[in-house]
T-cell receptor, first 114, second 113 residues
Framework: QQQVKQSPQSLIVQKGGIPIINCAYE??????FPWYQQFPGKGPALLIA?????SEKKEGRFTISFNKSAKQFSLHIMDSQPGDSATYFC?????????????FGKGTKLTVNP | KAGVTQTPRYLIKTRGQQVTLSCSPI?????VSWYQQTPGQGLQFLFE???????NKGNFPGRFSGRQFSNSRSEMNVSTLELGDSALYLC????????????FGNGTRLTVT
């Protein structure tokens, strides 16, 4: 199964809240899990990434939690700001035919109200 | 360093026509990947080129094709356009090494009428 299931589809929080976006996968061959952030009219941009041998990674206000046994990972945004309003995609990398392929979740549209 | 450049930004075509989209990667990047983005299906992988060779291919019909030139610039072609091909087409470049981050362009918005 080369799918990454992402939830929720949309999320609205107040400024200062902690939105949490969850992703799950089945294929244990996935070996790298990046998150991308996309603003309207722009391409996705890498936000943060984690390898499956690490349970948590923080970069600024963004934290990835990774549960290898449950095959789940999540993004937490601390002290969220209106400028964080964007669509967030989780992804997973799989190696095929000697090269990597990135499989994306379907995205979460986050709105942070002032 | 200039980012990934995609041209044109917008295209309107008629069913049955063909279209060519262009992508200039970040200088020094040898890998170019193409993705189709739609509201219903999200981001779907089309193909990846590395040093002028297609290294990987997604599950799209043969109407979708691509190529990469010696300067790493890439083109994507869609023939016999269908209404369902309307989407944002994104190009991403990377060094091509394991787990190297993808750098996306801002896409070409294709509308098929």
């Amino acid at each position: 199964q080369q799918q990454v299931k992402q939830s929720p589809q949309s999320l609205i929080v107040q400024k200062g809240g902690i939105p949490i976006i969850n992703c799950a996968y089945e294929n244990t061959a996935f070996d790298y899990f990046p998150w991308y952030q996309q603003f309207p009219g722009k391409g996705p941009a890498l936000l943060i990434a984690i390898r499956p041998d690490v349970s948590e990674k923080k970069e600024g206000r963004f934290t990835i939690s990774f549960n290898k046994s449950a095959k789940q990972f999540s993004l937490h945004i601390m002290d969220s700001q209106p400028g964080d309003s964007a669509t967030y995609f989780c992804a997973a990398t799989i190696t095929q035919g000697g090269s990597e392929k990135l499989v994306f979740g379907k995205g979460t549209k986050l709105t942070v109200n002032p | 360093k200039a980012g990934v450049t995609q041209t044109p930004r917008y295209l309107i075509k008629t069913r049955g026509q063909q279209v060519t989209l262009s992508c200039s990667p970040i200088s020094g990047h040898r890998s170019v990947s193409w993705y189709q983005q739609t509201p219903g299906q999200g981001l779907q992988f089309l193909f990846e080129y590395f040093s002028e060779t297609q290294r990987n291919k997604g599950n799209f019909p043969g109407r979708f094709s691509g190529r990469q030139f010696s300067n790493s610039r890439s083109e994507m072609n869609v023939s016999t356009l269908e209404l369902g091909d309307s989407a944002l087409y994104l190009c991403a470049s990377s060094s091509g090494h394991n787990n190297s981050p993808l750098h996306f362009g801002n896409g070409t918005r294709l509308t098929v009428t």
